[in-house]
């Protein structure tokens, strides 16, 4: 054993224990006695990857590399950092490495075919995953992978296999469980997801999603609103890391709306109090913050709202129910803006009852819904007297125009303004919504 390891080991306990000070410390100390040490560069790089100092831990696993290029880790980890640092080339080079040093290294052979994924390299993804698929045969996560870029690719048939693939490997895999539902529901292959829902519900009774999803189809037991847990359960800690990504992918407008609706009323200023209601990762912070004096985001997923916290733009967010928060007192404000939120509502007496309580006098509220199915097509033969609000197979609520404004004048609620508009697209389907602006 040479005299450096005893301190290594020391520095890595101080890393295990959450102590960085003191492994930042020892590692310095290290680096100071011995500079050509590949080990002691590496590991500075940990502890600065572990505080998030991605730039300090980036220079130090390159120092590693120049040390010592024939170490897959060295490269793995280079590749973590320049993929947190959104410099996606640089993180495919750093993997590419690690791979051809060592290529049974799953880990960084799964994150090389991520980021061909944000590159935009489908084509290329698709290749590197059916590759893996025969190298890993028995690794969930490599079907998995391979389903979700196959989706992008649009072979939605050889997707669902790999999905289903995945969940035999791992019966236990909830996600795999999920995008396999929510594909055969995309392409309205709705007893086959219904099987899916119901074979998931039996392997995890306590399920929120599957629950859901099951009433989503059969309208058997179907809420008022989404339950909590399917809210929290759905927008996870990996949904939320990935949300902006797959919003591009279905060319998402509801911030885009919501920014056009607020113009559109002639919101100006710099000092109103304003509410993101449903804030999410806060897509819409970038047309409210000029607008605020003070910005409050509200949202039921924690993970969703650490996401937003890295935006620097709200001054205080809260993990609160929505319609639990507008009774508790909060504001008031002079606009409370909600897109994207209450497609998880059916009925929306109580939070639009709760939106008039928290606005001042005269303030202004914009808010998004997805347009009835039979109003959204204008069918000839839709009912006169049209369902308020239908639960869809995706597990989103539908919204009749007449039953929003219906609801809006319940509330007090004064309507500006409704307009119709293109909210994203499913499966190369538009998915139509309502915009609504309305005043206390």
Known sequence: ??????????????????????????????????????????????????????????????????????????HYNLGLACQNLMDRDGAVQAYRAAVAIQPEFLEAQNNLGNCLVDLGETTAAVDH?????????????VHYNLANVLQDAGEYNDSIEAFRRAIELDPDFASARENLGRALSDVTRYDEALEVWRAWLEHDPDNAVARHMVASITGEGAPERCDDDYVR????????????????????????????????????????DVLDAGCGTGLCAEALRPLARHLVGVDLSDDMLQEAKKRNTYDELYERELTQFLMSG????????????????GALDDVLSGFYKC??????????????????????????DPLPYQLQPNGRYRHAESYVQETLGDARLSVVRIKTGTLRMERGREVIGLIVTAER
Request: with cysteine; charged share 25%.
């Open 330 to 345: 909060a504001g008031p404000f002079d606009l409370i803006v909600c897109g994207d939120t209450l497609c998880y509502f």
């Open 233 to 272: 359960e759905t927008f996870d800690e990996n949904f939320a890391r990935s949300y902006e990504k797959q919003l591009r992918r279905i060319q998402y407008r509801v911030p885009e709306l919501v920014a056009q609706a607020i113009e559109s009323i002639g919101i100006d200023g710099s000092d109103l």
């Open 129 to 141: 995953f059916r590759e893996l698929g025969n190298q890993f045969p028995d690794e969930s996560i």
């Open 359 to 384: 606005l001042k006098p005269n303030g202004k509220l914009v808010f998004t819904v997805e347009r009835d199915l039979a109003e959204e097509h204008n069918a000839d033969d839709a009912p006169a």
């Open 1 to 74: 054993m040479t005299t450096l390891e005893p301190s290594l080991a020391s520095a890595i306990e101080s890393l295990g224990q959450g102590d960085f000070t003191e492994a930042e410390s020892i590692c310095n100390r290290l680096r100071a006695t011995d500079p050509d040490n590949a080990k002691v560069w590496h590991l500075s790089g940990i502890v600065y990857a572990q505080q998030n100092e991605l730039a300090e831990a980036t220079e130090c696993f390159q120092k590693a590399i120049q040390l010592r290029d024939d170490v897959a880790i060295y």
